[in-house]
């Protein structure tokens, strides 16, 4: 096993060298969800109140089970989905709120450690494209990857076989020698169906919220837990 793990399901140690392909997940894996919490939360609550003559709480109150509904499916995080549901430019309403997207405490330190590792580094996330773009403009992310795929461009979400099915065609990986680290307890549940052989979780995605106490598959607060072993740089 690559991954040494305590009792409390915390991940001691990662062996890499029996890795070949790390697979990372971006929104509150890399990314602080804040961001995204409050966007969908509060901002976009807001603004479709406003629209619809409503303040803040009976907005949020009205759009929580639209919003619950969707969950889980790649509608949640289709822009083109909400715009067209809720009438609102949901992207130029997030490039607006863009500096409020941030890092995760240590994600550039442990991107660029991997990055010249021998790993095959690849970034797969349900974030739509449009989000993904906005992102990747605000901060450096593309630099630190092989490969950025958003599962639109599969028509599949990460929590289907579907997904990881059109992953595997498209980016050929050996799921035995593969570590994925996503904050989507769902979505981890997902890929250890299919066979992916490493898998670690995250206890603190939200900076504004206090870290999971307990969690179903091994997890970590902050990257410098797993990074021993990987090369540092110059
Ligand atoms: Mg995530």
């Not at 993904?132 to 092989?146: M, R, V």
Request: aromatic fraction near 10%.
């Amino acid at each position: 096993m690559a991954l040494t793990v305590a009792n409390s399901l915390q991940v001691e140690h990662v062996d890499w060298g029996q890795l070949d392909t790390i697979l990372l997940d971006m929104d509150g894996t890399l990314l602080d969800l804040a961001f995204d919490n409050h966007f969908w939360g509060t901002i976009i609550p807001e603004q479709w109140g406003r629209n619809n003559g409503l303040d803040l709480p009976a907005s949020q109150h009205h759009l929580a089970p639209l919003f619950a509904a969707e969950q889980g499916s790649l509608n949640w995080y289709c822009l083109d989905f909400w715009g067209q549901t809720l009438e609102l430019d949901i992207s130029a309403i997030k490039t607006t709120y863009a500096d409020g997207i941030r890092w995760r405490p240590q994600a550039e330190t442990f991107l660029s450690r991997l990055w010249s590792s021998h790993l095959d580094v690849v970034l797969i996330t349900n974030a739509h494209p449009v989000t993904l773009e906005i992102k990747a403009e605000k901060l450096p992310l593309a630099k630190w990857f092989n490969k950025m795929v958003s599962s639109h461009s599969y028509g599949a979400p990460k929590e289907t076989t579907m997904f990881w099915e059109a992953l595997i065609a498209d980016r050929p990986f050996n799921p035995q020698r593969t570590l994925f680290i996503d904050d989507s307890e769902h979505v981890l549940d997902a890929a250890q169906s299919y066979g992916i052989g490493h898998l670690i979780t995250l206890r603190q995605p939200d900076s504004s919220l206090p870290p999971k106490t307990n969690t179903r598959h091994p997890s970590i607060h902050h990257f410098e837990e797993i990074m021993q072993g990987l090369p540092t740089i110059g």
